[in-house]
């Protein structure tokens, strides 16, 4: 079964500064990876996804997630920050059981903090 | 363009009551999912369905029920709540394995 690990329950950094929020999956098998953002008492919303195509993948809101497969890493960076972005991440793999059904499993999720 | 909506949005039940969350979707998605959000612990599958009249187990059963009579239609239901089950719960659905994903805005659910 996949597993995800990210790395910091929280995270702070300024406005306008880098933006780097880890994710570790467990497959050596390139799976569908995702990054969501929860916003205050909001639902989840997709970011952006790596379906095995190009390995840099462009998200919404100027985020963006690199696969690694030698390091079985996609972590998610934003080159400047700004307030708007303070919100919970989510890192997910897709997991395919053998009904053929597609699970999510999750993250721990972290907490970016934007200070001014 | 409604994509997934969840009612109710806020519910405080007493131990021992039962309630139904009631999830619709309008996409003519074939999967739905029920997740449940608890700190530190991210989100875990409660059940899910890959159609209309089939349900199946997921992580987290326990405790909980659901029926999909309509393709739209998700329900997720409590027979006896517990304060073990106050939480944040999640609808989603998807068109298919390896596509998208959506959720609905969850369900504030808590039980004393």
């Known amino acids: 079964a996949q597993s995800v690990t990210q790395l910091g329950s929280h995270v702070s950094v300024s406005e306008g500064a880098l933006v780097l929020l880890r994710c570790n999956y467990s497959?050596?098998?390139?799976?569908?990876l995702f990054w969501y953002v929860q916003y205050p008492n909001q639902g989840l919303q997709l970011l952006l996804k790596?379906?095995?195509?190009?390995?840099l993948v462009k998200g919404i809101n100027g985020f963006e997630a690199e696969f690694k497969k030698s390091e079985t890493s996609f972590h998610l960076t934003k080159p400047s920050a700004h307030m708007s972005d303070a919100a919970e991440y989510f890192c997910?793999?897709?997991?395919?059981?053998?009904?053929?059904?597609?699970?999510?499993?999750f993250g721990t999720g972290t907490r970016l903090l934007v200070s001014p | 363009n409604a994509g997934v909506t969840q009612t109710p949005k806020f519910r405080v039940l007493k131990t021992g009551q039962s309630m139904t969350l009631l999830c619709a979707q309008d996409?003519?998605?074939?999967?739905m999912y029920w997740y449940r959000q608890d700190p530190g612990m991210g989100l875990r599958l409660i059940h899910y369905?890959?159609?209309?009249?089939?349900?199946a187990k997921g992580e987290v059963p326990d405790g909980y029920n659901v029926s999909r009579l309509k393709k739209q239609n998700f329900l997720l239901g409590l027979e006896s709540a517990a304060p073990s089950q106050t939480s944040v719960y999640f609808c989603?659905?998807?068109?298919?394995?390896?596509?998208?994903?959506?959720f609905g805005e969850g369900s504030w659910l808590t039980v004393v």
């Open positions: 997910a793999v897709s997991d395919r059981m053998n009904t053929g059904f597609q699970k999510l499993v």
């Open positions: 790596y379906t095995s195509a190009a390995t």
């Open positions: 497959s050596s098998v390139p799976p569908y």
């Open positions: 369905s890959v159609g209309e009249g089939t349900t």
């Open positions: 989603a659905s998807s068109y298919s394995y390896g596509n998208t994903i959506y």
């Open positions: 996409m003519n998605h074939e999967y």
